[in-house]
């Protein structure tokens, strides 16, 4: 074993081979502004606050209601409701002395810490493909659901290569938050707000103190709530994660494996032209594995609350550098140190498993085989495949039942509930297709974007209430293809006592001529889109956004992506059209057909300073209370457009 603690002579060349070829993590200097020059065309670069804004109103619904990320219900005491709202007011309007000094809410600060004019030190200018893909790994969306893997034929050997950016991608988006100087940003980040939560905290309990006739009261820790609700969504996302990386990593090696174990070579010797060809993809997938075993993780070491400082800057011992690890291993904050005794664990592992492989087909077989038997690669990869077994629940212990998701969780919670913005209210704006062309449309776009869900059980109410309430621009007096005048009238419709039951308030669908054709082609309904319209989009007001470069207010979305994709990130509040935008660049009809890895993007312009970027999204200074105290609902009962 000792010959081997290196690696051998082929080690390095495989390594180089894989890398060139593209198909596992190789880092993310690329997608940060200013690690590198990225190869080729220039990335769109946008603005990344590493905590997402959202999760202000998630910790306050977490304040209001207990639930933690993955539904674990805290133990430990919170505010009551009317204390919670009180987060979003200024403490000169409800603190005693001499806590009523300050004219600016603990949701003020949050946002101000978050990112701001006031406070930019944390921005970072990354790549638009990294940034989408963090904000659905943030809120534990599926980086791409069952139904669009099975449509871009991804199981088919000869889209491996495309199907292994998705598992890169999903794995960059960890490798940029364990990165030094992103997790310092971030750890910062929490530590400002935790700061900003004592004065408040303190508020609370000095109120309690006061109202008890002897002074005893119940304290509470906001603080050590906040901690908890980072370290649980953490955790969550984390989790969701990694299981979706692993779970289509086996999804492809098992036919590849299959594939092997059934060719047979024409001489023994040497490995031909097609066992290379399938050993490099497995040489791929383990690689993604060791990536994501011993990457997908968000520690909160340093962290106010937490008893471990920061593990960042700890230099490698000699023992750290050992090529084996003859013992179990554990857990440990620092990235490097964790990559170290993975790999180390993994290759000591596999060489027992090698080992009693070998010893269970007998010397003489081992001896008699070639290396290009079936039955000697079979071996190596069920070898691997145990070894990375046993190392991955020494690190990261048994899995956990993932559930449903977040955003599904929020739907099961609340499909009876007013509150809920969930359904689309869409109007027909052509009249060129007859009636009967019009109705086999319908037909067809409500079939398509129906069929979602299918990797989800225990979902039927939620079905039953993803509804699309059609109105016809003409029987109201609206020209076909007149946007504007749609919007003036959705604005007032949504209010009025007609609207439909949950529908959303800030977004609605249009069926022009272009969307009702796309349907109409035979055979081509996998094709087929619908325009997604910002209700909110002024083209006379809103400024050209380098963001979303040429972005116009709507956004062709694939009907298959309605609910799943466009409706749950709706509903979490982390992605809106805007956003979306850049990422249909990739289609010539510029539809959003889902996130993109190695996306044909739009080119990035010249930009100013991070600052600078940020303006059009900056947290403003002041938030008003009114409208953060409907988090309450809106985060719980889904707040989506």
Known sequence: MSVT??????????????????????????????ASRPKGKPPLWVVDRTLEP????????????????????????????REVLRIVRPFSEWALPPHNHSNRSTVDWMGVRIGSYEDEARLMVISKELHSMKTRVWEGLAPLSERRW???????????????????????????????????????????????????????????????????HQPVSVTSLWYEFI?????????????????????????????????????PGAHDAIQWYLTNKIHDLQGNVVHADSTIFMPTDGYNGDPLPAQDWMPLTEQDRRPFRDQPITWHANQRRRVADYTARLRYVARQEQYKEVAEAGVH??????????????????????????????????PEPPGLGL?????????????????????????????????????RFEADSADWGQEYEGIDEIRNISKIHWLDGKELGIEDGDIEAVKKHFKEYVKSENAPWQARQKMFLV???????????????????????????????????????????????????????????GLMQNQGLRDLWPLAFNNPSRIYEGPLPRSIMPSGAPVAESVAMAQRYSTPQ???????????????????G
């Open 5 to 34: 603690g290196q690696g051998t002579p082929l080690t390095q060349p495989l390594a180089d081979a894989a890398h060139r070829r593209g198909n596992v993590p190789t880092g993310i200097e690329d997608h940060v502004r200013g």
């Open 54 to 81: 959202q999760m202000i109103g998630k910790f306050i619904t977490f304040l209001s209601f207990g639930l933690l990320p993955g539904g674990r219900k805290t133990s430990l005491p919170r505010p009551t409701a």
């Open 150 to 216: 099975k449509e871009l034929k991804l199981d088919d050997p000869q889209n491996f290569h495309a199907a292994c950016q998705y598992l890169v991608a999903v794995t960059n988006v960890f490798h940029y938050l364990n990165h030094r100087v992103v997790k310092d940003n971030l750890r910062k980040t929490c530590n400002l707000i935790w700061d900003h939560l004592k004065p408040y905290e303190e508020a609370i309990n000095a109120l309690r103190s006061a109202a008890s006739p002897e002074g005893y």
């Open 231 to 267: 370290g649980a969504h953490y955790k969550y996302i984390s989790a969701r994660a990694h299981q979706w990386v692993i779970e289509h990593i086996y999804r492809l090696r098992a036919p590849i494996a299959a594939a092997l174990a059934i060719h047979k070579p024409v001489t």
């Open 365 to 398: 077989n081992l001896v008699s085989r070639p290396m290009n038997d079936p039955m000697e690669i079979t071996l190596i990869i069920r070898s691997e495949l145990s070894s990375q077994t046993t190392t991955r629940r020494e690190l990261r212990g048994e």
């Open 407 to 443: 955003w599904l969780d929020y739907l099961s919670d609340s499909v009876d509930s007013k509150l809920l913005k969930w359904s689309y209210v869409a109007y027909r704006l052509d009249h060129e297709h007859n009636d009967g062309q019009w109705n086999y449309f319908k037909e």
């Open 511 to 569: 069926a022009d001529g272009d969307v009702i054709r796309s349907y109409l082609r035979p055979g081509k309904v996998k094709e087929g889109f619908i325009l997604a319209v910002d209700a909110k989009f002024d083209p006379l007001e809103d400024t050209p956004d380098e963001q979303s470069p040429g972005y116009n207010g709507s956004v062709r979305v694939l009907g298959s992506l309605l609910w799943d994709d466009l409706g749950a990130m």
């Open 622 to 640: 002041q938030v008003s209370w009114i409208v953060v105290a409907g988090i309450l609902g809106n985060y719980f009962f889904g707040g989506s």
